[in-house]
């Protein structure tokens, strides 16, 4: 049951567009890890840079996002940038339509 809500999770959160990069935060790989115990959410998720104007926009999202799903209790949302964010995280497809595929 775990597992299904962490992906409902997941899939609740691709909604979340990054305003810079124009694609959702999932497929972005601005989401390093999603943990439930009880209903009780904590999300670990980074941004492009520590700087990145859009670190509030795009908690309010996730929490808006997230808070929809059935079975979610509370939502903590932890940013960090440890490890840094790099275009490697980005889904291949993605990747190579944002041009990154001939740099990385």
């Given at each position: 049951?775990?597992?299904?809500?962490?992906?409902?999770?997941?899939?609740?959160?691709?909604?979340?567009?990054?305003?810079?990069?124009?694609?959702?935060?999932?497929?972005?790989?601005?989401?390093?890890?999603?943990?439930?115990?009880?209903?009780?959410?904590?999300?670990?998720?980074?941004?492009?840079t520590p700087g990145c104007p859009?670190?509030?926009?795009?908690?309010?999202?996730?929490?808006?996002?997230?808070?929809?799903?059935?079975?979610?209790?509370?939502?903590?949302?932890?940013?960090?940038?440890?490890?840094?964010?790099?275009?490697?995280?980005?889904?291949?497809?993605?990747?190579?339509?944002?041009?990154?595929?001939?740099v990385n």
């Open positions: 049951m775990t597992d299904q809500l962490v992906e409902q999770i997941r899939d609740a959160m691709r909604v979340v567009i990054d305003p810079e990069l124009g694609y959702n935060i999932v497929d972005l790989g601005f989401v390093y890890d999603i943990s439930v115990v009880d209903g009780a959410v904590r999300i670990t998720m980074t941004a492009t859009a670190v509030h926009f795009l908690k309010e999202g996730v929490a808006s996002a997230v808070v929809r799903v059935p079975g979610v209790r509370s939502i903590d949302i932890v940013m960090t940038f440890d490890p840094p964010w790099a275009p490697s995280r980005i889904e291949p497809v993605i990747r190579a339509s944002l041009g990154f595929a001939a």
